[in-house]
Every structure is written in C-alpha cells, then in structure tokens.
C-alpha cells in the first residue's frame, strides 16, 4: 500500500510539472523571448499555476465525494458554474500573457498602447476569425468594446482540469468499490468456513463422545485410538484451517479419521469404502471442501434395517485432485436429502476459491446419489 501510495504521489508530482512547463513553452513559442527564471518570478505564473491546481483537488477530493457521488447532482452543477464564473472573472491565462509582455489575440489594435520600444501602427495581428469592431463618426471606442474580453484559453483548461479530476476521482471510486467487493467475497468465504467448522463441531462431538464413552464403559481396546483421533480432527477444525489452502495430506488424514470414528456408531450392514489413489505430496487444497458432502453420506446413506454401501474416492494427478463419493437413497430421507445450506455454502466457497478450475456434478442416478468435484491444480 506504501508503494502504492508512493507511486500515486509521483504520478501527481510529475503531472503538475508537465503542466507548469505548459506556459514556459507556449510564451517561448510566441516569441517573447522571456527567460523562464523571469517568468517564474512573477506573481501572475503562480497565480495561473495555483488556481488550477486548486480546482483539480477541491473538485476530485471535495466536490465529487460531497456532491457528485452522493447523487445531489443540483448543488454540484451550481457549484461547477460559480466556479466557471470565477475562472471567467479572474482571467487566470490572460493576465499570464499581459505579465510576460503579450498581447492577448482578442485585444483590439486602434485601443492597444504599444510598449516603449515599438512603433506606433505595428499591433501584433488578430487571433483567427477576429475583427476589429468598426468606428463610428466621432472616432469613438465601439459600444461592445467595453464588454469585458473573453479568456477562452481559461475557461478551456478549466474544462480540461474539472473532467480528468472527475475521471480520475470516478475511477478511483471504482477501484475501491471493487476491491470492498473483493475484501467481501474473502471476509464471506472465511465466515462459511467458520460456519462449516461450527457445523461440524456441536453435533459430531457430542455423538462421537457418546460413542467413545460407550467404548470406554465396555473397556473397548479401540477407546484410546478413537479418542486420539477425535483429538486430531478437533486440532486441525479449530487451528489448523486458518489458510485459504492447506496440505493435501493433512485433509486426507482428516477425512480418515472422521471415517473411522463413524464406523463406531454405524451398524454392521453398512460398508464404508475409503480410497486414495496418487500421491498427495507438495498438494494443497481449500480446507473442509469435501466435508460437507462427507457429513451427508454418513447422514443419509446408511440405515439400521437395510444394507447400504458408502464409496468415498480421492484421486490424485499432477494437474487435478477428483473427489468421488456415492451412497443409496433411501424412501425415508429421499425428501429431505440434501436440503440444508451446507451444500449451498461449499459452492460458494468453491466459487471464490477455484474460480474457473473446479466441475462440480451432484446426480441422483439408479437410486444412488452420486458428489463428483474436480479441482485444477
């Protein structure tokens, strides 16, 4: 953010610079032959510098926010033409050349007191499409040449400094509300996760400890084991989750002893099958993205009257990981299977984390309901 800032203070510091030379160059172009360091000595440059550097940031910092951005379009219109006004009265531009020596090319010649050292009858010609106004019979100044003379270079830097601060403030609008949008869809997947965490914690812990105490009143050899692997599946919910991705083995490692403390509650008739093929190594992947298709299947796929089988595949190849797992739908809970919000939240998860590099293909085919994702890696 410091380089950021850095940069955006250059590209100002640079762009002013570059606008500072404009005068310097347009008066030498004219042949005026007035040194620069003379130029910069007179109040009149740095008056013309000034009101227009004044414009740019009351405008882009102060009026667009206040007024523009916040929809009240009426007050920042009005604003903007008292401002045109002011530009029009104070003659930034004009006073510039009448400093340097220059005539401006909207100055009449039959009115214009040449300078000591020039002659009388050799005014500097007319600005393009200018005509003197004519004389009447008394040899008197015209009527109109006592309107007060209009400065359009003035008012046209005017109009060239009030749209590129509000381009440039717009934009920048833009960038910030794209990244708020950004921060939110990160600030929302963490909250999923920890949704998910907290999903998983009440009602798993209360049903494994309940079978683990079950174990340890009939001194199974299997409560020790089943308790440390309790242990790890509550380590890594609660600490090790706290990155966007983690190693492929350590979720692996999760998912099997999330499998083997099921088997403690589940009833002989049903058959849980648990593969890896590949090799995990050096893999990553986003935390608990295949839990909550594993908590539906040992939800929904097993019954105490009926035999079912549960397959649960994790494939592993240099470009992709395929996650795999099916089991029966059973009449009881055909209605209500997969109907909660967990399944919604993985997608979104998904959305923010692979986008564009994971297939998602949920089918409920020959009676078996069938969670295919595939990861890019």
Same mark, same amino acid.
């Given at each position: ?6 940069? %955006?203070?250059?590209?100002?510091? !640079?762009?002013?610079? =570059?606008?500072? !030379? ?62 045109? /006004?002011?530009? @029009? ?27 000591? &050292? ?8 007319? &600005? $393009? /499409? ?55 869809? !990160? *600030? ?7 949704? =998910? ?17 079950? =174990? !340890?009143?009939?001194? *199974? ?34 998912? /099997?002893? @999330?499998?083997? =403390? ?34 539906? $299947? ?47 939240? %993985? ?8 986008? /564009? ?11 078996? @309901? %069938? ?7």
């Amino acid at each position: 953010m410091s380089r950021f800032k850095a940069f %955006t203070v250059t590209i100002h510091i !640079a762009g002013w610079l =570059l606008f500072m !030379a404009f005068p310097l160059v347009f008066l030498n172009s004219r042949g005026q032959g007035t040194p620069a360091w003379s130029l910069l000595q007179k109040h009149s440059y740095w008056f013309f510098c000034y009101i227009y550097i004044f414009l740019f940031y009351s405008n882009a910092y102060y009026f667009i926010p206040q007024f523009f951005l916040k929809k009240r379009y009426v007050i920042y219109t009005v604003i903007v033409l008292v401002l045109l /006004g002011s530009v @029009y009265y104070l003659r930034p531009f004009d006073k510039l050349l009448r400093s340097s020596g220059s005539r401006p090319y909207y100055q009449h010649p039959r009115f214009w007191q040449p300078p000591s &050292g020039h002659m009388h009858g050799s005014p500097p010609p007319f &600005g $393009v /499409g200018q005509q003197p106004p004519p004389p009447d019979g008394n040899n008197t100044p015209h009527p109109f040449s006592r309107h007060r003379p209009l400065d359009s270079t003035s008012l046209f830097i005017f109009l060239m400094i009030m749209a590129l601060s509000t381009a440039i403030r717009t934009v920048q609008q833009w960038q910030l509300t794209e990244q708020r949008a950004a921060r939110a869809e !990160a *600030d929302k997947a963490s909250a999923e996760l920890s949704f =998910l965490k907290a999903q998983i914690n009440p009602h798993f812990l209360f049903n494994t400890l309940n079978n683990i105490y079950t =174990l !340890a009143v009939t001194k *199974d050899d299997h409560a020790p084991d089943s308790i440390m692997k309790l242990s790890n599946i509550m380590r890594y919910v609660t600490d090790d989750v706290t990155e966007d991705f983690v190693p492929l083995q350590s979720e692996i490692d999760c998912i /099997g002893d @999330y499998i083997e =403390l099921q088997r403690l509650r589940i009833s002989n008739n049903t058959t849980v099958n648990f593969t890896v093929d590949g090799k995990p190594d050096a893999k990553k992947i986003a935390p608990l993205v295949f839990m909550t298709f594993i908590e539906n $299947v040992f939800k929904y796929g097993i019954s105490k009257h009926e035999n079912s089988v549960i397959d649960i595949r994790i494939g592993i190849t240099n470009s992709a990981i395929t996650f795999v797992c099916s089991n029966r739908i059973f009449a009881a809970s055909r209605e209500n299977h997969r109907t909660g919000i967990g399944i919604n939240n %993985t997608k979104q998860r998904l959305a923010h984390l692979y986008p /564009g590099k994971h297939l998602l293909n949920i089918s409920n085919e020959n009676n078996l @309901y %069938t969670v295919r994702l595939t990861l890019q890696t």
